[in-house]
């Protein structure tokens, strides 16, 4: 797939849900950039390419007139040194043409490239982020997970003691109850 100036400026990008993200000011402009170099280098490559196709049709045209026993009728008297040097020059302008094509997109593979391995790079130290963040959470959850679990032991070493000792409190006042009843009992008699 090839990527267009369009395609930079119709991405769409998820929020994060790791950590607040990039400055979508500085992104947008950075956008704007690479959009107006796309463009730029388009243009650029098209025009090579309709000097390329003017080039190759004026050879063509030579070359028909040069192999033709029809004379070519020009403004000015044209001489087969003229020719020759003409189609010299324009078989010189259509290789620099195809060597400045070449380069071009040999540049536009090279900056893609380049922007897939940045990209895979900046993923790849998100994920650690976000793993390394993960990691600092777990931890912190399992912190507070053990002291929840001693707080749940003394909780219930608290309530062991409670009852322990309130069922000797009851025990203890169901003894003296108990000792002072016949007494009680022998009083009401009399």
Do not use: C, W
């Amino acid at each position: 797939m090839t990527l267009t100036a369009e395609d930079v400026v119709n991405k769409q990008f998820q929020s994060t849900k790791f950590r607040e993200g990039y400055d979508q000011d500085e992104v947008e402009e950075f956008l704007d950039l690479i959009v107006a170099q796309m463009r730029e280098d388009r243009a650029g490559l098209e025009e090579a390419r309709q000097r390329l196709v003017a080039a190759e049709a004026r050879i063509q045209e030579l070359q028909r007139a040069a192999s033709s026993d029809a004379p070519v009728v020009t403004a000015a008297p044209v001489s087969a040194l003229s020719v020759e040097a003409e189609a010299a020059t324009s078989s010189q302008f259509l290789q620099l043409a195809r060597k400045l094509h070449d380069q071009h997109v040999q540049e536009g593979l090279d900056e893609r490239e380049r922007l897939v391995n940045d990209a895979k790079t900046e993923a790849e130290r998100i994920v650690q982020e976000a793993e390394a963040q993960q990691r600092i959470r777990i931890n912190e959850l399992d912190q507070e997970r053990i002291l929840i679990e001693r707080r749940i032991e003394e909780l219930k070493g608290f309530e062991r003691d409670y009852r322990t000792h309130l069922k000797q409190f009851l025990e203890t006042q169901l003894n003296e109850l108990v000792r002072s009843e016949p007494a009680d009992a022998g009083d009401s008699a009399e």
